[in-house]
């Protein structure tokens, strides 16, 4: 089972941009469904953005559909959010995940899809 180290997360003012990593270890990287979740406070956690096994298929939440781009580069078993025009309602903590369950895109919106969590990075957007 892989374990899973976020970094890059900031402060960063409206319409800013910050790439997100996630490091993966201990596992076949390129066997997993990747996925990006936030949750701020007083929220549920969401899917923000989630790539299949070998990066092919792609899923994004309404809300950051043209400005955000998961992608993943499975020789360095690194899964990656490249977000663009951050909004103060981006603001929250984001947490890369990793699930090895069936390739149904409406599977991974549900964070039980999941076997590994990071332990999160936080974003922060100023208006």
């Known amino acids: 089972q892989v374990q899973l180290v976020e970094s890059g997360g900031g402060l960063v003012q409206a319409g800013g941009s910050l790439r997100l990593s996630c490091a993966a270890s201990g596992g076949i990287f390129r066997l997993y469904t990747m996925g990006w979740f936030r949750q701020a406070p007083g929220k549920e956690r969401e899917l923000v953005a989630a790539t299949s096994s070998e990066g092919v298929i792609t899923y994004y939440a309404d809300s950051v559909k043209g400005r955000f781009t998961i992608s993943r580069a499975n020789v360095k078993n690194t899964v990656y959010l490249q977000m663009h025009t951050l909004e103060p309602e981006d603001t929250a903590a984001y947490y890369c995940?990793?699930?090895?369950?069936?390739?149904?895109?409406?599977?991974?919106?549900?964070?039980?899809?999941?076997?590994?969590w990071g332990q999160g990075t936080q974003v922060a957007v100023s208006s």
């Open positions: 995940a990793a699930g090895r369950g069936a390739q149904v895109v409406r599977y991974w919106t549900l964070p039980s899809y999941y076997d590994t």
